[in-house]
């Protein structure tokens, strides 16, 4: 077995070391040997160590470090409330150093001196790829076990999250300065559960923790699909949670008419699909089961019909003329299907625990 430490991204910077048993660790980002961590800054670096098993040779499976990696951050973003991430490989484009954000001129130059922007304006595009250099890479990323960590530089853990709304501080003009990441025991409970599965189980969690993970990731450029993207993960949540004897199975694979199912029509009592009844019920026992909640659900359900039967898609991914009211009401639905989505993974992991003891 080795201990493995690479580095990874969070929107809220780290402070205090997370263990999770023999699994993995969560280190503060330390910059002796990488960049200063600037107030420009909205990806904040952290060290993740965690334990994979040799190759029979003695040598260490770098795919499987990638997909450790991966699963880990996927994971932590769907069993918290923070997001955790690596860049893609494969991401690159043009760009030029800079250390600034803004929308028009008046916030570009804030804080900037004349001799400063005039560096930044003679400089260059460049075509590059994302990434984070870290000089000690060869030695700083090497180790022997899981780093000692004192117990006052451990963070301690809320008893559970009071809410699942998610604000990612991704702008560093409006984020709090002194914000920090904490965690919860809900969190590192969901992970007992998770690798108490079977292996099976484990790829159906996370298949709904990577689609979760993916509706945060494309929330603020690809409204629609980040949106489609909850709502596939709820769906398979609501799976997982009826378990393999409560399955609609069908009578042809050719038409997909079904034989038996736990869901029947209104009218006529013939069995259906019933995946947005299914969802709802799922919903309501593990999320809320209040009247304006349900009454989300509905409303999730509708814009999710016009997404993907009508191709009405958000207006903010539409070129065509809207409301500032519509695209408002769009915004707050796609964050509060966020957090729906969000407490549903935990309350389903947490049951799911229960049942194994």
């Known amino acids: 077995m080795a201990v ?7 929107k809220t910077p780290l402070k205090h070391a997370y263990r999770c048993g023999d699994t993995f660790q ?51 973003t769907a069993f918290s409330t923070n997001r955790f991430f690596v860049y893609d490989i494969h991401a690159s484009s043009w760009g030029v150093k800079t250390p600034l954000w803004g929308a028009d001129a008046e916030n570009a130059i804030m804080g900037v001196t004349g001799s400063q922007l005039n560096d930044i304006c003679s400089q260059k ?11 000690g890479k060869s030695t700083g990323l090497l180790v022997d076990g899981f780093t000692k960590v004192d117990d006052e530089k ?16 991704d702008r560093y003009d ?35 923790a990577r689609l979760i993970t993916d509706c945060i990731a494309l929330k603020d450029y690809r409204y629609s699909l980040s949106f489609l993207a909850c709502v596939a993960a709820l769906e398979a ?7 393999e004897d409560n399955q609609v199975v069908e009578d042809c694979k050719s038409c997909h008419a079904i034989k038996t199912s736990p869901y029947t029509c209104p009218e006529c009592g013939r069995p259906i699909w019933g995946v947005a009844t299914k969802v709802k019920s799922f919903l309501k026992q593990y999320v809320s089961s209040k009247e304006q909640d349900i009454a989300n659900y509905n409303k999730i ?20 003329h809207s409301t500032d009211k519509q ?31």
């Open 4 to 10: 493995c430490r690479e580095i990874i991204f969070t």
């Open 125 to 135: 595009s460049e075509f590059y790829y994302s990434g984070f250099y870290y000089k």
């Open 174 to 208: 409006i984020r709090y300065d002194a914000a920090e990441l904490i965690l919860s025991d809900e969190t590192s409970r969901c992970f007992d559960s998770y690798y108490a599965l079977s292996e099976r189980d484990r790829a159906k969690v996370f298949a709904a």
């Open 327 to 357: 695209e408002e009401q769009e915004f707050k639905m796609g964050y509060m299907l966020i957090a729906y989505a969000r407490k549903a993974m935990i309350k389903l992991m947490l049951s799911l625990g229960q049942h194994a003891l």
């Open 237 to 243: 949540l609501a799976d997982i949670a009826n378990g």
């Open 154 to 169: 451990k963070m301690r853990l809320m008893k559970s999250y009071s809410s699942y709304i998610y604000h990612e501080q």
């Open 301 to 320: 359900y509708n814009l999710r019909s016009m997404i993907t039967h009508t191709g009405d898609i958000f207006t903010k991914d539409s070129i065509f």
């Open 26 to 76: 969560l280190i503060p980002y330390a910059d002796d040997n990488g960049p200063e961590i600037t107030k420009y800054v909205v990806d904040y670096p952290c060290f993740l160590e965690y334990s994979l098993p040799l190759l029979k040779d003695g040598e260490r499976d770098l795919y499987a470090e990638l997909s450790k990696e991966r699963e880990i951050c996927v994971l932590l």
